[in-house]
């Protein structure tokens, strides 16, 4: 069974805070994702990490960076936490082809207060 | 940039009875793929179904079909005898050739008994 998991379900960091979301995938898929969901928004991407050490940005970078030293790992740094990063956050991997789905994480609920 | 539309923030369908989930989809390419993605109350993301888009035929699996216009950009998905497991979050995406998906915003399913 294919499966991408993400390190934490619920997290709770503190304003200013530097946060780190980690994400690993055995699939050994090129694509590796961080997505924002919050209600009404669908998903939107944040990084996007094509290879190692290659990332690209997405739809809301800001605010947010990330590292990708391992194929199978790729995380997500929010430099210095804030109220609105209070969201969940989805981690998904793929193949590389347009064919293929995305397999998702089972999402971190991170609160930040 | 391609966008992906998702009209119905939320649906509701009676158990065994048939439902339909729009999407559109805005690009300038003519090949691409198309998915549903399903994501239950216990959050993990799954494929539900996917189209090819030079494909004529419409995708099945099971209870689930798509009604896929390629000249409209449409790609709606119907869901026959619905059942209780099937309440979950519906997400349209839409794959670029490097395997990079574009989500709309989801529609909300409630399946009543």
């Known amino acids: 069974d294919v499966k991408v998991t993400q390190s934490s379900r619920y997290l709770v960091k503190r304003t200013g805070e530097k946060v780190f979301l980690e994400c690993v995938q055995d699939m050994d898929h090129e694509n590796m994702f961080w997505y924002r969901q919050d209600p009404g928004l669908g998903l939107r991407l944040i990084y996007f990490s094509y290879d190692v050490k290659m990332k690209e940005k997405g739809d809301i970078p800001e605010g947010y960076s990330v590292s990708r030293e391992k194929k199978e790992r790729f995380s997500l740094i929010l430099e210095s936490a804030s109220t609105n990063q209070t969201s969940m956050y989805l981690c998904a991997s793929s193949p590389g082809t347009a064919r293929t789905e995305a397999f998702f994480g089972q999402g971190t609920r991170l609160t930040v207060v | 940039a391609q966008t992906v539309t998702q009209s119905q923030p939320e649906m509701s369908v009676q158990e065994a009875e048939t439902v339909t989930l729009s999407c559109t989809y805005d690009t300038s390419e003519s090949d691409y793929y198309l998915f549903w993605y399903k994501q239950p109350p216990s959050r993990q993301m799954i494929l539900v179904i996917r189209?090819?888009?030079?494909?004529?035929q419409n995708a099945t699996e099971n209870r689930f079909s798509v009604n896929f216009q390629k000249a409209a950009k449409s790609f709606s998905l119907k869901i026959s005898d619905s059942q209780l497991g099937d309440a979950a979050m519906y997400f349209c995406a839409y794959n670029t050739n490097a395997g990079k998906s574009t989500f709309g915003d989801g529609t909300t399913l409630t399946v009543k008994p």
């Open positions: 189209q090819e888009a030079y494909k004529q």
